[in-house]
């Protein structure tokens, strides 16, 4: 800003001596413009006579009539003379040489004064000329300039227009990912919840059962303590998802806060758009006016460039003002930044955790389908060792009865009974006693096939 200042005190001078020098050049056109031309000089008409017929026309006409006649032919040559001087002929003399040069000298002053008014006239003319030609050539490179900067102005606006919708698109393209989170999150509390509805189903059947025997009450005690701990875990789960929550929304007041920031930047880049379109619509008004006021004072030049310094002050101001605001964009951007990646360590340590609570389901899964396996294999050992006790009637072959027993931890007997008679009471009894007598059962090592075990429902055929 100095170094323009200094610039413009360095101008005054030239610019006086250009718009006097311009001044002059309009004030000698227009002098030459208005100024009528002179007429040609009208020809010359020379005629010699001698000094004796000089004499006789410079005597008045009563001499001439009054003349004693001596002779007869002197009077009659007199009365011609005076009654017609327009019929004398001159004498022939010598031309004087000094006149016919001073004529021929002032022949040529008048064509050369008649030829430089000519030739002032025409450079007039020419210049009147070039001087329409420089106003329509700057006319047209105003409107020039004028549509490059409408066209400008039209490329920003649909540039404006093409990063708002690819921000709208970003904005979007988020809240489907946050959305698609927010359903994964659900589907996993959705599973988490049936699971805990089947752990509740289970743990009602094996306390229901635990009603029934001391050692099914054990089981039941051993389940509930293991519920528990699977309750804390799960309230400690909860606890960690609340926080996870906290640093979500605290995420998401980052994020509106980057938006902020992005928006004051975008308004901040607009404003310096609209400031170097103000200054060049101003350098080119500043132009259009040196055109068409060459002649204005030195004074309204000093105050148009104190205008011109004060508005350069005020931007620098605002640009001031506005890198601040910037500063403290790119500060909230580093604040999101650690917010998204702490957002994105709390989405690891979920899927963390989401991935070792699949792995242990399916653990579970795995020991619960194996303890059914085990529990399998010892019905049909139990089954086995029915068939070595039993000692059906005779007349009972290919009849089938179906009974349900209940067995203690140790394998014993603790509850019998028919549910699906053979129609023979003979056949029920004689399986009833087998189921009895094929007691203790070999129960199990794993709890969980035992436990599957203790229940046994089975149909028995007499062979």
Known sequence: MHLQQKQFKQKPLAIAFTVGIHAIVLGTLYFFADAQLPKPPEPLKTVLISPEQLEQLQQPPQ????????????????????ETPEQIHPVPDQPNPELIKQQQLAEAQQQEAAKAQQEAQQRAAEAAKAKAEAAKIADAKARQQAEQAAKEKEQAAKKAQVEAARKAADAKAAQARKDADAKKAADAKAAQARKEADAKKAADAKAAQ???????????????????????????????????????????????????????????????????????????????????????????????????????????DAKKAADAKAAQARKDADAKKAADAK???????????????????????????????????????????IYGAWNPPTDGSGKTVGVRFTLSASGSVVSFRVTKSSGDANVDASIKQAVYAAAPYPMPDDPDARLAAREVTSNFRVK
């Open 63 to 82: 001499e001439l009539t009054q003349a004693p006649a001596e002779t007869e032919a002197p009077t009659t040559q007199a009365n011609e003379i005076a």
């Open 210 to 316: 635990a009603r029934k025997d001391a050692d099914a009450k054990k089981a039941a005690d051993a389940k509930a303590a293991q519920a528990r701990k699977e309750a804390d875990a799960k309230k400690a789960a909860d606890a960690k998802a609340a926080q996870a929550r906290k640093d979500a929304d605290a995420k998401k007041a980052a994020d509106a806060k980057a938006a902020q920031a992005r928006k004051d930047a975008d308004a901040k880049k607009a404003a310096d758009a609209k400031a170097a379109q103000a200054r060049k619509d101003a350098d080119a008004k500043k132009a259009a006016d040196a055109k068409a006021a060459q002649v204005r004072k030195d004074a309204d030049a000093k105050k148009a460039a104190d205008a011109k310094a004060a508005q350069a002050r005020k931007d620098a």
């Open 343 to 385: 957002a994105a360590q709390a989405r690891k340590d979920a899927d963390a955790k989401a991935t070792a609570e699949k792995k242990a389901a399916e653990s579970a899964a795995n020991n619960k389908a194996q303890a059914r396996k085990i529990a399998s294999d010892a019905k049909a050992k139990f089954s086995q060792k």
